[in-house]
């Protein structure tokens, strides 16, 4: 049989992203997803399914550009690589049960500016979208670093967008307590939703910034119809 290296990529990201895929549990919740539909969240701890085919290629990018920033930023020079990767867990005990944000900073980049003398947080995003018409950073992008600004007691954050051909645009992030609070509560609703049985609303069908989830990347349209036509009241 000849040399193919798609077969050899393929069983790599099977090997490598194959073991991570395992059912959320109900009470810990990720950052990086929760500015996303919350009913497709919802689905994830209801109805776990294999990620969609290209979704580990994806993966796979996204730690692509990680290393290479990671990269260049230890190597120029006046910066220094504080940490690459970073456990976080916040608990709100004020919940019952309590109710806890989860994560690793694995998106992110801790870096000290030398010559400045600050410690600078960097969350490294890709994109397929002209910069030119990023006028600002996604709103999931800008929920999900709040928790970790926090945690990281970084002078200053950023978030860096990367496209395939290494163009880059980035944009400075301040701590901001309404969207930690708005974080908070996304969580809570899942939550409550979860432990009820009920979905949460269909945000993709409705907020027309996460309209795209429905229509590139959502695994549970099907299902979400279907609860459309039911009244959305019907447990899934
Ligand atoms: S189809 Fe759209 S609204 Fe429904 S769960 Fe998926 S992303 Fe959310």
Same mark, same amino acid.
């Given at each position: 049989m000849?040399?193919?290296?798609?077969?050899?990529?393929?069983?790599?990201?099977?090997a490598?992203?194959?073991?991570?895929?395992?059912?959320?549990?109900?009470?810990?919740?990720?950052?990086s997803?929760?500015?996303?539909?919350?009913?497709?969240q919802?689905?994830?701890?209801?109805?776990?399914?294999p990620?969609?085919?290209?979704?580990?290629?994806?993966f796979e990018?996204?730690?692509m550009f990680?290393?290479w920033?990671?990269?260049v930023?230890?190597?120029?020079?006046?910066f220094?690589?504080?940490s690459?990767?970073?456990?976080?867990?916040?608990?709100?005990?004020?919940s019952?049960? %309590?109710? #806890?944000?989860? &994560?690793?900073l !694995?998106d992110? @980049?801790?870096? $000290?500016?030398?010559?400045?003398?600050?410690?600078?947080?960097i969350?490294?995003k890709?994109?397929?979208r002209?910069?030119?018409?990023?006028?600002?950073?996604?709103?999931?992008h800008l929920?999900?670093?709040?928790?970790?600004?926090?945690?990281a007691?970084?002078?200053e954050?950023?978030i860096?967008y990367?496209?395939?051909?290494?163009?880059?645009?980035?944009f400075?992030?301040?701590y901001?307590p309404?969207l930690m609070?708005?974080?908070?509560?996304?969580?809570?609703?899942?939550?409550?939703?979860?432990?009820?049985?009920? %979905?949460? #609303?269909?945000e &993709?069908k409705? !907020?027309?910034? @996460?309209?795209? $989830?429905?229509?590139?990347?959502?695994?549970y349209?099907a299902?979400?119809?279907?609860?459309?036509?039911?009244?959305?009241?019907?447990?899934?």
């Open positions: 000849d040399f193919d290296f798609g077969r050899a990529f393929k069983a790599y990201l099977d490598t992203y194959g073991s991570e895929n395992k059912t959320p549990t109900v009470g810990r919740y990720w950052p997803q929760l500015g996303y539909c919350l009913r497709r919802w689905f994830r701890f209801r109805k776990p399914k990620p969609r085919p290209d979704s580990y290629r994806y990018r996204g730690n990680h290393e920033v990671s990269y930023l230890s190597r120029a020079p006046g220094r690589l504080l690459s990767e970073r456990s976080l867990s916040i608990v709100d005990y004020q019952d049960p %309590p109710f #806890v944000l989860d &994560g690793r !694995d992110f @980049l801790l870096v $000290e500016d030398q010559e400045a003398s600050r410690r600078i947080l969350e490294v890709t994109t397929e002209s910069l030119s018409k990023l006028e600002k950073p996604d709103r999931p929920l999900q670093v709040q928790p970790y600004i926090l945690s007691h970084a002078d954050a950023y860096l990367l496209r395939p051909n290494l163009e880059s645009k980035t400075r992030v301040e901001d309404v609070e708005e974080l908070m509560q996304r969580g809570k609703t899942l939550d409550a939703c979860l432990r009820m049985g009920v %979905p949460p #609303v269909a &993709g409705r !907020d027309p910034d @996460l309209r795209w $989830e429905c229509e590139k990347r959502c695994e349209r299902e979400c119809d279907a609860l459309e036509l039911s009244g959305g009241l019907e447990e899934a």
